[in-house]
């Protein structure tokens, strides 16, 4: 009977932290890289053996940036990877050269343990158990356990044992459940807070069923038992069941196969970001997902800046960039897709607005529709100007070859910084754009070069003026150009844009 650990899935916030500690230091493969199955632009990345192999599987959902969760009752709290016992000395070693804080050895449940975390702050053990040698370095060979903390431990242990688990004995408040090839230990975290998803905490632990059919026996079992909500999800490379234990952790059931092999070369896997095959027009997603190196690759560094920012290198960059500044709701990825269609060859710097409130990003507050907090937005300018010096310096930007473009919230940012701070910003696309502050600030913009585009049916629309005869009356080269549509972008702002920019670089 095939049992045991299929992979466990985990959140990051920096997906290049990520892919150099489980990638560089622990040597595992990358396996996979493919666009979430359930949100598209969410990169997924699967680490493992060389071949992909269920009971290898360390996955991440790449949360570039995005907020840190909790650990408690209802998550899985440790992963455990499996080294050949002598190994020990050699990692405790590897992790001290690495600079990196470990702890141990220690024993648990017989075995030698080193306990380290990973740069999400996920605990990761390296346990040491009788396999083969196969020289130094080696990357771990498999999953080894898992450390799920529960409210109930007697009713997961319970949930858990028809899935290929036995009683395995008790230690140190940790109940332990082997199968045939690994363990899942059960800690009693009754009394400690509940997990909350969010980036450095484990999402799932996925158990191996061999097939669909052993899956649909499972599922007729899960409903029979009124498990709660049992979901069957293909994807592509497993078929998933989904349910939840007692305790609240998100339990996965996974098919062995078809694998990672059934889209590309065994000897090449994690080569090509996929695209699950239900999502239709994914040609931007690729722009819209983080870049990353693999150990060795060049890679460019990024610096602490003070704005959440993501860069995107052009295959054939021409030493051009443009910095782009989302609406209300948006996010540093938003208008990726659309700048390379205007820009294929410029560097492409996404920045996230730090104002947020309604629970969306913006970069200053409001206090209604067409009424501004004055002090934040002088504020965030002031910010900015910071944040725009650090990314000259850090991303070795040329500062007359940059181009700013805003949507709406950010387009009016653009605006107010190039009053509060002229000569900063030297080029702009403003799309949607009004005069957010209400003393327009006398501003020597010469030589500063904007087109503003207007949508005809915009209802903010007839706020546009005041900014346009603001920007001329500076001494900016102004391009006012009216688009048909509404707030939203559409087509012609593509357009509009490319032909400006063109006649930019011709001039």
Known sequence: ???????????????????????????LSLVKQTAGFEDAEQLHLFYGDPAGAPGSLVSFLVWQDGAPGRTGHGRVAEIALAIPRARIGDWLTRAMQRGLRIE???????????????????????VGIDLPDTGWPAAPAALR?????????????????????????AEGGLRRLLSDSDAIDIRDASGFVPGIPGTGVVDHVALRVPDAAALQRHHDALKARDAGDVTVHDRKYFVSLYVREPGDTLIELATDGPGMAVDEDADGLGRILMIPPHFAGTEDLPLRLPQFARPGEERTRMRELPFVHRLRQPDAPDGSAMVLLHGTGGSEADLMPLAHRI??????????????????????????????????????????????????????????????????????????????????????????????????????????????????RDPYGPHAPRLNDWLAAQGATLDARVVAGGHELSPDDLAESADWMKGARDG
């Open 1 to 27: 009977m095939t049992s045991g650990l299929h992979h466990v899935t985990a959140i990051t916030r920096d997906v290049q932290a990520n892919v150099d500690f489980w990638m560089g230091f622990l040597g």
């Open 104 to 126: 141990g050895p220690v024993r648990e449940f017989g075995e030698s343990v080193l306990r380290l975390k990973d740069p999400d702050g996920i605990i990761v053990k390296l």
């Open 343 to 456: 820009a294929p060859h410029a560097t492409l710097l996404g920045v996230r607005g730090r104002s947020a409130e309604e629970g969306v990003a913006r970069f200053f507050r409001r206090t209604s529709m067409t009424s501004f907090d004055q002090d934040d937005i002088r504020a965030e300018a002031e910010a900015f100007a910071a944040f725009w010096q650090g990314a000259l310096s850090a991303y070795d930007l040329d500062p007359a070859r940059i181009t700013v473009m805003g949507y709406s919230n950010g387009a009016n940012f653009a605006a107010a910084v190039m009053g509060l701070h002229p000569g900063l910003i030297r080029r702009a696309i403003l799309m949607r754009p009004m005069a957010v502050l209400e003393d327009l600030p006398q501003a020597d913009l010469t030589g500063v070069s904007v087109l503003t585009l207007t949508g005809a």
């Open 145 to 169: 356990a898992v450390t799920i903390w529960s409210e109930v431990p007697d009713r997961t242990a319970a949930f858990l044992r028809p899935f290929g688990y036995r009683d395995g004995g």
